[in-house]
């Protein structure tokens, strides 16, 4: 505490009328009176008080005046942004908000303009509960499976749909994997495969051809316009293809197919000698009307049995679309067919190249049926050219 000092003939008032020269008086010692030290005196201590209340007031004002210039100049800088939103960093974030603890929120109703008083309080919570957070320090856990086993599980599911976690779990264990059968439910059910009960309920089209793929054919038409001396002619060229092998058989070429013609077709293929179906069971189509009860009953008779496709769906079919595809783009894309005959030749010479002299990346990368085993290394290279160069095919000379 601040204190002033009086002259030695204070010590002379009547310490009774006065108490707190009094308390003063008591004290200093006896003898230290009129010789020393000046003692504290009423007047003094009322100016005293008056004057600190006068600075305090003054600062006070002062400091009133200071936040009423920023707050002002707060308002400003929010109508110079507009209705863009403030972009803050987080070091920004735990500044205001650590100011904004100390005001509360009944102060910072007032004063807030950037955000909401709500706000600056949740980003003062956010901070503490950042402050106490063990998450960084705490340990990994339970590992995950690892990928190449969890992708296994997938495979072994997809492949046999009448498998459950059990049964998964079996065949991983005679592979060197033991996982628990929660974890095979957690990892089909991650890849969204239902449990086998209703897997082995559905089969769907890819499984029905990987299994009887030995044993399926599939047919298709494709047209082709041929110019003749009337014009343009349309033809119909059937053809059917071995999904194992990819095999193409040419049933006929018409200008206008009719039943007759498709009932003959379907002798020639089941006939049981060189037929192109003798071997096999199904024959996959699309919902053509050719494809007559007649037609149908035929290949029932050489035990062959007609499945027809869904209505619109090409792909069910891809391996007669991608045959159709390959000879549009190798072939006819290329040449302008002049006549019957010559459209006869165009198809007879790219079946021979699609059989003996082109790759099929759905056989690796081999040919269907090769002339040549390819062991010959040291020979020239030869070049054979079909329609003109437009199909060609490198072998090597006989040594």
Same mark, same amino acid.
Request: charged share 25%; glycine share 8%.
């Given at each position: 505490?601040?204190?002033?000092?009086?002259?030695?003939?204070?010590?002379?008032?009547?310490?009774?009328?006065?108490?707190?020269?009094?308390?003063?008086?008591?004290?200093?010692?006896?003898?230290?009176?009129?010789?020393?030290?000046?003692?504290?005196?009423?007047?003094?201590?009322?100016?005293?008080?008056?004057?600190?209340?006068?600075?305090?007031?003054?600062?006070?004002?002062?400091?009133?005046?200071?936040?009423?210039?920023?707050?002002?100049?707060?308002?400003?800088?929010?109508?110079?942004?507009?209705?863009?939103?403030?972009?803050?960093?987080?070091?920004?974030?735990?500044?205001?908000?650590?100011?904004?603890?100390?005001?509360?929120?009944?102060?910072?109703?007032?004063?807030?303009?950037? /955000?909401?008083?709500? *706000? +600056?309080?949740?980003?003062?919570?956010?901070? =503490?509960?950042?402050?106490? &957070?063990?998450? !960084?320090? #705490?340990?990994?856990?339970?590992?995950?499976?690892?990928?190449?086993?969890?992708?296994?599980?997938?495979?072994?599911?997809?492949?046999?749909?009448?498998?459950?976690?059990?049964?998964?779990?079996?065949?991983?264990?005679?592979?060197?994997?033991?996982?628990?059968?929660?974890?095979?439910?957690?990892?089909?059910?991650?890849?969204?495969?239902?449990?086998?009960?209703?897997?082995?309920?559905?089969?769907?089209?890819?499984?029905?051809?990987?299994?009887?793929?030995?044993?399926?054919?599939?047919?298709?038409?494709?047209? /082709?316009?041929?110019? *003749? +001396?009337?014009?343009?002619?349309?033809?119909? =060229?059937?053809?059917?293809? &071995?999904?194992? !092998?990819? #095999?193409?058989?040419?049933?006929?070429?018409?200008?206008?197919?009719?039943?007759?013609?498709?009932?003959?077709?379907?002798?020639?293929?089941?006939?049981?000698?060189?037929?192109?179906?003798?071997?096999?069971?199904?024959?996959?189509?699309?919902?053509?009307?050719?494809?007559?009860?007649?037609?149908?009953?035929?290949?029932?008779?050489?035990?062959?049995?007609?499945?027809?496709?869904?209505?619109?769906?090409?792909?069910?079919?891809?391996?007669?679309?991608?045959?159709?595809?390959?000879?549009?783009?190798?072939?006819?894309?290329?040449?302008?067919? +002049?006549?019957?005959?010559?459209?006869?030749?165009?198809?007879?010479?790219?079946?021979?190249?699609?059989?003996?002299?082109?790759?099929?990346?759905?056989?690796?990368?081999?040919?269907?049926?090769?002339?040549?085993?390819?062991?010959?290394?040291?020979?020239?290279?030869?070049?054979?050219?079909?329609?003109?160069?437009?199909?060609?095919?490198?072998?090597?000379?006989?040594?």
């Amino acid at each position: 505490m601040l204190s002033f000092l009086c002259p030695p003939s204070v010590a002379k008032l009547d310490r009774r009328k006065s108490p707190s020269v009094h308390a003063i008086w008591l004290a200093f010692p006896r003898s230290d009176i009129g010789t020393s030290p000046y003692i504290l005196g009423p007047m003094n201590g009322i100016l005293l008080q008056f004057i600190i209340t006068s600075l305090a007031g003054w600062l006070q004002r002062r400091q009133q005046q200071v936040i009423e210039y920023l707050t002002e100049e707060n308002r400003v800088l929010r109508e110079q942004l507009g209705k863009k939103r403030l972009r803050l960093t987080d070091n920004q974030r735990r500044r205001l908000a650590v100011r904004a603890k100390a005001l509360g929120r009944s102060a910072l109703q007032g004063i807030a303009c950037i /955000v909401t008083p709500d *706000t +600056l309080l949740r980003w003062y919570h956010n901070l =503490v509960a950042k402050k106490y &957070d063990g998450s !960084t320090a #705490r340990g990994p856990g339970r590992p995950p499976t690892e990928a190449d086993i969890a992708k296994l599980v997938i495979q072994m599911a997809k492949e046999n749909s009448g498998w459950g976690y059990t049964r998964i779990r079996g065949a991983l264990w005679n592979l060197g994997h033991d996982l628990g059968r929660n974890t095979i439910r957690r990892i089909l059910a991650d890849a969204g495969l239902e449990p086998a009960p209703e897997r082995n309920k559905k089969t769907n089209w890819k499984s029905f051809l990987k299994v009887h793929v030995g044993a399926i054919v599939a047919m298709d038409f494709f047209t /082709v316009d041929v110019l *003749t +001396l009337r014009g343009l002619v349309r033809y119909f =060229v059937l053809f059917a293809i &071995d999904l194992e !092998t990819r #095999r193409v058989h040419v049933a006929g070429i018409v200008h206008e197919a009719y039943g007759q013609w498709m009932e003959q077709v379907a002798r020639n293929l089941t006939d049981p000698v060189e037929g192109f179906l003798r071997k096999k069971r199904y024959l996959i189509h699309d919902r053509d009307p050719l494809f007559t009860r007649r037609f149908v009953g035929i290949l029932e008779s050489g035990r062959v049995k007609s499945v027809k496709l869904p209505a619109s769906s090409p792909n069910l079919n891809a391996y007669a679309e991608r045959f159709v595809l390959s000879a549009r783009r190798e072939a006819f894309n290329k040449i302008v067919p +002049l006549g019957e005959k010559h459209l006869r030749r165009i198809v007879a010479e790219f079946v021979d190249h699609y059989h003996h002299e082109r790759n099929h990346q759905g056989l690796h990368n081999r040919l269907i049926e090769p002339i040549s085993s390819g062991a010959n290394r040291t020979g020239a290279v030869n070049c054979r050219q079909r329609l003109g160069g437009i199909l060609n095919h490198y072998y090597r000379e006989a040594a």
